[in-house]
Nanobody, 127 residues
């Protein structure tokens, strides 16, 4: 059974940092792309960052995430992380991790490419 579990999230102040984690199980971890998305009520889910590749690991970021967010993965722990630095008032959302549908690493931030999702974790940023 494929599972993505996201402990973490939390409440921080503007300018502070937070690290999200996503623990995977049920398949060969390195065969798939993993991405983080976020969503606020009333808006579409938007891509944040993606990581993929079996031998050469590559990442992609949404423009708003470049320079502030870092996606990594720990193959031994079967976990993907999203470190968010310099959090801004526009960053609060429910953050989701997701696994790609296929083994082909395309590192897209299109949510239709992903078929397994975590339950979401809330990030709150206060001024």
């Amino acid at each position: 059974q494929v599972q993505l579990v996201e402990p973490g999230g939390g409440k921080v102040h503007t300018g502070e940092s937070l690290r999200l984690s996503c623990a995977a199980s049920g398949y060969t971890f390195t065969d798939y792309d993993f991405a983080w998305f976020r969503q606020v009520p009333g808006k579409e889910r938007e891509g944040v960052s993606v990581i993929g590749g079996m031998v050469v690991v590559r990442t992609e970021y949404a423009n708003f995430a470049k320079g502030r967010f870092t996606i990594t993965r720990d193959d031994a722990k079967v976990t993907v992380y999203l470190r968010m630095d310099n959090l801004k008032p526009e960053d609060p959302a429910t953050y989701y991790c997701a696994r790609s549908k296929t083994h082909c690493s395309v590192r897209t931030l299109n949510p239709t490419w992903y078929d397994h999702w975590g339950q979401g974790t809330q990030v709150t940023v206060s001024t």
